[in-house]
Structure formats: structure tokens, C-alpha cells
């Protein structure tokens, strides 16, 4: 029988990962071809499709997921246009919401791409995924010591024990763990030997993941003093209320600052761009969107408070919003002012001026 050749014919493929299987759809320009299951790897979908689809243009889909983007740069490099689509931008019917399982999951984004309506995110460079997977590992590391510092409060607490004087504040939580403080903690008598072993187990927790702590933030630290990471670092440190991690956090993040054709596109991406809703001659602007980068946004806004110390401008900016809404409302408006500081120094190359204060 003659083997049927596909060059120059386009198939449109939705792949709904998991961890054992793949929820595989596969369209042509015409119709839908078939939905299957297969095993989690690039491997059997490419033999499959090199088994009865010789030679065809693939373009295929997934959802941004906990699996990273191996997948895609796997795919990419059987000759595949692969794109990683953020979940929420994939169009949905009520049925398709209702009726949520794989097969209907990867028909969607099949379907959806062989229309046009998908749009992919940035794949960023393998090194840079490294990077940015060990500065998230960091912030994970210090919400756990967080977590086992209440911990070790609490047990005191349930214990009906004070903290002295000069290791509270007037919020009742230590001003510093000092190296006083935990030997406080190591000598203090509890009730009962069961009471002391545990905070004993804490106490060793806290220790553990302390040591962790300093040994990661400086292996992140040595991202500053690559090549390629340095200079951009120094010049993100310029701007006022920056400081080294926070800049490593931005340059693993992003990555590509030219990805973002217009401080609108970048704002967005960051979520501090402000809600709108327009109808006829009305429109009127809500509050910030609740589509965001979580770790990026929260740590401009941590990295006002710190500006509007630092710049006069942005003391001056800050007072001004105060007079016409709150607090925390205000420290918004001057994060968005820092993030367009940021996008000017990062885009020109720029040290950070008086003059780059906008977009």
C-alpha cells in the first residue's frame, strides 16, 4: 500500500498533561481527527504522529502548569511550533465548564489553536528557569521559618509564660531572634518533659532551616556576579528602594525586558494596572486587576515603603495620594511610579535620575 505523505498539510494538536498520562487532540484545518490517551512523553506523541501523519507542520498546546517547559523545548526540538498557554486566556463554553475532564480539556486548546486564539507565554532560557526556581525555593525556605518562629511563640504562649521585657515589642512578638533571645528558649523551664521536647524540636526546625536559609539567599546572591547578571543588577539597584534580592527576583522573572513593547503591556503582566469599565460616555476606574505576577507585585509594593524613605518625589507623591484615599491605597499608586522607574532604567540602559521618572 502507498504510504500517504502529509507535507504541507497543518495539524493542530491540544495536550492536556498530567503526571502518567497526556489527554492528546488531534485537528486538521477541516475537522477534528481524534482525542486519545498516551503515556506522559514528547517521544510517544512524536512517533505516533511520524507513524500516521509523515512529514506534517505540528502545532500544539498546553496549560502552563507545575511541569514546567522541558515539555515544550522537547517538542520544539522535533521541528513542533509548541506554545504554553496561560489557563485563563483559553476560551471556554459553559458546557466545556461544566463538564471538566482531559479529553474535553485538550479538545479546547485544539480547537482554540487551530482558530488562532491562543496566545503563548514566555519560555524563558533553561539557565534562567534554574535561577528562577532556586529564588522561589528562597522565599519558600523563609515562609517556613516564619511559620516555625509563630510556632515556638505559640508554644510559649500556651505555656503561660511572658516573654521578658527586653526581647518584646508592643505587638508581643520579638523585635529580633537574637542569639539571647534563643538561648532564653533553650534554658526556659516548661511544664511537663513532653511540653519541653517539643519546643526542643522547634527550636532544632528554626535552627535547620536558618542554616538553609543563609546558604540559599547565597547562592542568589552569586547570580549578581554572573556575567551577563552583574550589570543589569547594579543598575537596577540604582532605583531608589531596590535592593539586591529584589533585583535578582526581577531579572529571573522577567528575564527579557523588550518582551514588554510599552510600560502598559509591563504593568499589566506585574498586575498594578487598575480595573476599567466603559460604557457610552461613562468609564470609571476600579481597583487593581486581580491578574498579576503575585511574588513580583507584592515585592514592588514592599519596595515602596522603602522608596518614599529614599526619593522626595516619591514622599511627595505618596502624601499627595493621601489626601484623597488611604494608606494602602496610596503605596499602590506609588508602586506603579517605582515599576515605571524600573521598566525606564531596565529598557534604556539608563542609570536611574531625576529625569527617568516615567515611562
Not at 115 to 132: F, N, V
Not at 260 to 269: G, L
Request: hydrophobic content about 35%; glycine content about 6%.
Amino acid at each position: 500500500m502507498e504510504k500517504v505523505d502529509f507535507k504541507g498539510k497543518e495539524l493542530f494538536i491540544g495536550l492536556d498533561v498530567h503526571k502518567k498520562s497526556w489527554s492528546v487532540s488531534i485537528f486538521s484545518t477541516e475537522s477534528h481527527f481524534k482525542t486519545f490517551s498516551q503515556p506522559s512523553s514528547p517521544k510517544a506523541l512524536k512517533s505516533y504522529l511520524d507513524r500516521h501523519f509523515p512529514n506534517a507542520t505540528v502545532k500544539c498546546a498546553y496549560e502552563a502548569s507545575k511541569f514546567g517547559f522541558w515539555i515544550q523545548r522537547e517538542l520544539a526540538s522535533y521541528g513542533y511550533d509548541c506554545l504554553v498557554v496561560n489557563p485563563s486566556d483559553i476560551p471556554s463554553t459553559q458546557k466545556e465548564n461544566s463538564e471538566k475532564t482531559d479529553p474535553v480539556d485538550s479538545r479546547k486548546i485544539g480547537r482554540n489553536l487551530r482558530a488562532g486564539q491562543l496566545r503563548g507565554i514566555h519560555i524563558p532560557k533553561t539557565e534562567t528557569e534554574g535561577l528562577r526556581q532556586l529564588f522561589r525555593y528562597r522565599k519558600r525556605l523563609w515562609a517556613d521559618l516564619v511559620r516555625t518562629k509563630n510556632r515556638i511563640k505559640d508554644r510559649v504562649c500556651a505555656s503561660g509564660i511572658a516573654l521578658p521585657p527586653k526581647f518584646d515589642n508592643a505587638h508581643g512578638q520579638p523585635l529580633l531572634w537574637t542569639h539571647a533571645f534563643l538561648k532564653w528558649l533553650r534554658e526556659l523551664e516548661l511544664p511537663g518533659p513532653s511540653a519541653r521536647t517539643t519546643l526542643d524540636l522547634l527550636l532544632e526546625q528554626y535552627d535547620m532551616l536558618k542554616g538553609h536559609l543563609l546558604k540559599t539567599g547565597k547562592e542568589v546572591r552569586k547570580t549578581l556576579r554572573q556575567k551577563g547578571y552583574k550589570e543589569l543588577g547594579k543598575l537596577l539597584r540604582g532605583i531608589p528602594g531596590i535592593g539586591p534580592l529584589t533585583s535578582v527576583q526581577l531579572i529571573v522573572e522577567i528575564e527579557d525586558i523588550n518582551r514588554f513593547p510599552s510600560f502598559k503591556h509591563f504593568n499589566s503582566f506585574v498586575g498594578l494596572k487598575p480595573t476599567s469599565y466603559s460604557s457610552g460616555e461613562k468609564e470609571r476606574h476600579g481597583f487593581i486587576t486581580f491578574r498579576k505576577h503575585s511574588a513580583l507585585r507584592s515585592s514592588i509594593v514592599e519596595c515602596s515603603w522603602v522608596a518614599i524613605q529614599q526619593d522626595p518625589a516619591l514622599l511627595a507623591s505618596y502624601e499627595e495620594f493621601k489626601k484623597r484615599m488611604s494608606g494602602k491605597r496610596a503605596i499602590v499608586k506609588v508602586a506603579r511610579k517605582l515599576l515605571a522607574r524600573i521598566y525606564r532604567v531596565w529598557k534604556t540602559g539608563e542609570p536611574y535620575g531625576p529625569g527617568l521618572v516615567s515611562a
